[in-house]
């Protein structure tokens, strides 16, 4: 019988991971990390086994990679509850910032309590509701939106990239801050074309549209990590502006995954230093660091 969750391997050391091959940025940030830790509670039906991937061992990572900050974002193995997400925003201080995932109850004090502590956007699963009608997809990132913009946060998109072509003509005219993770996540064992992905390019020049340049082994499956250049150049091409870069350390299920090569990466993309700045430290400013 197969399990209905990943088994998760053990993290690599963070000492073993690649050093970078191109000069980081000061002030250079990670946009999209998980972390776990003993004792705080899981959803009922997680997607994977408890990772070992405690903020120790991703500071220690962000040592050997220079990287100055971080995001946390909320994983679904914890679901609405942001307890460790709000103490390791009280740990870590003012160069690490959170987003969080929360239900539609939540207090507006309760946000606000969030945003003092250095929350700055809101995870929308959307793969929880990949079978709903567009329709209803929309009035929830509506509704979700109007939580987020009085303080200033974006709504973050976890997405399938079917999803994510069903929203673009919606997403064309939203006034409120998306960012969509995973460069779209538009797989092409999906049934997604390079036409959804011109679509998608389309939609990031005009408003306040982001590209999350993270999870490339998540687009590429069983080809070569550098199958996914093409689409990151496209990307960079069209709106380094809206650019940002993540880790999504600890790769899971994947434990071992070297993030350094994931790191670099990135300089093949973007091959002008400016650009490497935009993406590394002032695309993240805007986004999380304006105050």
Not at 241 to 263: A, C, F, I, M
Request: proline share 8%; aromatic share 8%; glycine share 6%.
């Amino acid at each position: 019988m197969t399990p209905k969750f990943a088994v998760t391997t053990p993290m690599r050391a963070a000492e073993t991971t690649t050093a970078p091959v191109f000069q980081v940025p000061e002030g250079a940030c990670d946009t999209h990390f998980h972390v776990f830790e003993p004792g705080y509670p899981a959803v009922s039906d997680p997607l994977y086994t408890f990772p070992d991937a405690t903020l120790d061992h991703y500071l220690r990572l962000t040592e050997v990679l220079g990287i100055d900050r971080m995001v946390l974002v909320q994983p679904t193995y914890y679901g609405t509850d942001n307890s460790l997400a709000l103490d390791v925003l009280r740990k870590v201080g003012p160069r690490c910032r959170a987003v969080v995932q929360v239900e539609e109850d939540i207090t507006d004090a309760e946000l606000d309590g969030f945003h003092e502590l250095g929350v700055r956007g809101i995870r929308l699963n959307l793969f929880a509701r990949a079978d709903e009608p567009i329709d209803e997809i929309i009035a929830y990132i509506r509704r979700m939106a109007a939580r987020a913009k009085p303080r200033g946060w974006h709504l973050q998109f976890y997405s399938p990239g079917t999803v994510v072509r069903a929203l673009l003509p919606f997403l064309a005219d939203l006034e409120d801050t998306v960012v969509i993770d995973h460069m779209g996540y538009m797989l092409e064992s999906d049934g997604l074309t390079d036409a959804d992905f011109a679509r998608l390019l389309a939609v990031l020049e005009h408003g306040n549209r982001w590209i999350k340049l993270s999870g490339p082994y998540r687009i590429a499956k069983d080809k070569p990590l550098a199958s996914v250049s093409p689409l990151a150049r496209a990307l960079v091409a069209a709106r380094p502006d809206r650019l940002v870069w993540g880790s999504d350390w600890p790769h899971l299920p994947d434990g071992q995954r070297d993030t350094g090569e994931l790191l670099n990466l990135l300089p093949g993309w973007a091959t002008d230093p400016q650009v490497l700045h935009q993406i590394l430290v002032d695309g993240p400013n805007r986004l999380f660091f304006t105050d």
